[in-house]
């Protein structure tokens, strides 16, 4: 028998339409975050005015949204234990909704505060349940492929949010910026109340036909679905446990241990001050505001095509290799901007011409490797018994990872100049290079059954995928 395909000799099977569209409508709650993340950015200038308030109150409103966000993750943790997966999916939806509109409404700065946090607590929940839900309705051959596309829809919400500020802000319609990303969030919620149960957490519920049901479902063959359900129970021996297994079982701990050493490594490649604080890179590049613009959204747009590189090779040249890879471009990208900006402020269209190329170098190098294979990966190496924890503390640490980069980045830009805090994050995917190396497992093709046994026997980490 082959590990990689705990069904035995059962030929893997077909791609079916119903699992690919569970897999996208799971994916509209990276949209959702990706949407939030660009409309923010174009509205701030006329939220500052309409409310009158300081850089000091404009950064709070900012920050808030990844203070609920990390909040929420906590949350998803025992939402998506308790109610599963799916209803998980729908509260989120329901409150981001409710969040976008309470911000397009907000008279006062608390109750944008508000409506911001409940943004966060969603975006937080959708964070961890939607990746976590696309690698239990997968089948293993497809599994990175389809967590990916949930950073796609992230990187398309971005863009999409980009272009809209850019068409309101000519009306000065930064209330319709905020609300008009609740129409997503309308459409994910309907969706999702057509969404299958995770066959994962119907076993787990001891709900075992409805768990072959659902299989049969996904894969188009009952016996497949026989087979692949017989190999989930087989490695459930517990119910859903968190800090009780945390403390008495070494190798869940290693687990838990890489799953946050990732997500924040997500954050400290650099990719956040990218997308929040583009505009001043440029004009710290010496572009005037124009060009600033036209910059920004051409990173949107790079981030969107990179990501396709992620769903096309992920089950075929696998996450430890793109990872690899993409550090390697993300530290030369770093470096190279950091070389350009001890030039200074200059007039030479060549050395504009340039940060802007390396600028999109380090975009794409992000978004085929660290963005979507650090979700893929955080939903993999977790086993079954305490995934819903181990999920909920590296999505947790993700978010607070966040939170500290976004409100550094600033300072550090005026305590150690351009220059060097450029260096530093250049340094930084240098060292992760190593640290892939030495500790992250090449998952590609092979059954989350599988890696758990893998991982519960003690192999180094690195190993567990094979």
Not at 399 to 411: D, E, H, P, R, S
Not at 446 to 463: C, F
């Amino acid at each position: 028998m082959n590990d990689a395909n705990p069904p035995g000799a059962i030929e893997p099977p077909r791609l079916v339409g119903r699992m690919l569209l569970a897999a996208v409508l799971a994916a509209i709650a990276g949209l959702m975050f990706g949407l939030d993340i660009g409309v923010i950015s174009g509205a701030l200038s006329f939220i500052q005015k309409a409310f009158r308030i300081s850089d000091a109150t404009l950064g709070f409103i900012v920050a808030s949204m990844t203070l609920g966000a990390a909040a929420g993750a906590l949350v998803a943790g025992r939402t998506s234990a308790v109610l599963g997966r799916r209803a998980s999916l729908i509260i989120s939806g329901f409150a981001f909704v409710v969040g976008a509109l309470c911000c397009a409404f907000a008279q006062t700065v608390a109750e944008m505060v508000a409506g911001r946090v409940v943004l966060g607590v969603a975006i937080g929940i959708a964070s961890f349940v939607a990746p976590l839900y696309i690698s239990e309705i997968a089948d293993e051959s497809r599994r990175g492929r389809m967590i990916s596309l949930y950073q796609l829809m992230i990187t398309s919400g971005i863009l999409l949010a980009f272009l809209s500020d850019a068409v309101l802000a000519y009306y000065g319609a930064w209330r319709w910026m905020l609300g008009i990303v609740a129409i997503p969030g309308v459409v994910f919620v309907i969706g999702a109340f057509f969404l299958p149960s995770s066959p994962r957490w119907l076993v787990l519920r001891g709900r075992m036909e409805e768990a072959v049901d659902t299989l049969t479902h996904l894969r188009g063959s009952r016996e497949y679905a026989l087979s692949e359900a017989a190999a989930i129970r087989a490695s459930v021996t517990e119910k859903q446990r968190g800090v009780s297994l945390l403390r008495e079982n070494p190798n869940f701990r290693r687990s838990v241990l890489l799953g946050v050493a990732l997500q924040l490594i997500q954050q400290l490649t650099g990719i956040n001050i990218v997308m929040y604080y583009a505009p001043r890179i440029f004009e710290v590049a010496g572009f005037g505001q124009s060009g600033q613009l036209w910059g920004t959204a051409t990173i949107g747009l790079v981030n969107v095509l990179a990501t396709f590189i992620a769903i096309g090779f992920a089950d075929s040249w696998g996450r430890r290799s793109m990872l690899l890879t993409g550090f390697v471009i993300m530290a030369a990208g770093m470096g190279a901007l950091a070389w350009l900006l001890t030039l200074g402020h200059t007039n030479s269209d060549l050395v504009h011409y340039l940060a802007v190329a390396v600028l999109l170098c380090f975009v794409m190098g992000f978004a085929f490797s660290a963005g979507p294979m650090i979700w893929i990966l955080c939903a993999e190496i977790q086993p079954l018994e305490g995934r819903d924890f181990g999920i909920a503390c590296s999505t947790f640490t993700n978010w607070a990872a966040n939170y500290l980069v976004g409100q550094t980045f600033l300072i550090l830009l005026d305590g150690l100049g351009a220059p060097r805090t450029f260096w530093l994050y250049a340094a930084f995917n240098a060292i992760f290079i190593l640290f892939t190396l030495a500790f992250v497992p090449e998952t590609r093709g092979v059954a989350l059954e599988v890696i758990e046994r893998n991982l519960y026997a003690g192999k180094r980490l690195r190993d567990i995928g094979r």
